[in-house]
């Protein structure tokens, strides 16, 4: 049997930590499930301050609980995360709201970028390099997606 742990280029590391879209994606599907929430639309990535720390972006406030829970799951799905969050090499989660319809106009720019279906399409949940969820949210300049 073959498992496929995450696409090629999906591992973020800020600290050491080696976090993995599958990892992310695990994490919130259980937070979901423990708070009784809708699966909802998501991007996170790293962010560089001091210390660094991961930014979840979406289209809702995201409540306090919901933050500090995702923090724990993380820290419980990758071991060296939850290490550097231990040692604050690492800040805890933050979140950030965009527009209603910011995440459907990424998908769409991202998809037509790269001369896919939306069949073949799938979303990347975890940017990698710190500001890279900006640009593909078109968060930069002045530039903004039409929704």
């Known amino acids: 049997m073959l498992e496929f742990l995450y696409r090629s280029g ?4 800020l600290a050491g930590e080696k976090l993995t879209e599958n990892q992310v994606v695990e994490a919130v599907g259980r937070v979901c499930s ?4 809708r699966p909802f639309d998501f991007v996170m990535a790293p962010v560089w301050d001091d210390p660094p720390y991961y930014r979840l972006t979406c289209e809702f406030e995201p409540q306090a609980n919901l933050l500090y829970e995702l923090d724990r ?8 995360y939850g290490s550097r969050r231990k040692s604050l ?4 989660l933050r979140g950030r709201v965009v527009p209603k319809g910011t995440i459907a106009a990424m998908d769409r720019h991202l998809a037509q970028q790269r001369g896919s ?8 949940c975890l940017f990698t ?6 640009a593909a949210l078109c968060l930069t300049g002045s530039g903004r997606y039409a929704t």
Not at 10 to 13: E, I, K, M, Q, T
């Open 117 to 124: 279906t939306a069949e073949q399409y799938k979303r990347p």
């Open 73 to 80: 799951e993380l820290a419980a799905v990758n071991e060296e």
């Open 129 to 134: 390099d710190p500001g890279s969820d900006d």
């Open 89 to 92: 090499r690492l800040g805890g």
């Open 34 to 37: 423990r708070l009784g929430l």
């Open 10 to 13: 999906r591992v973020a590391s």
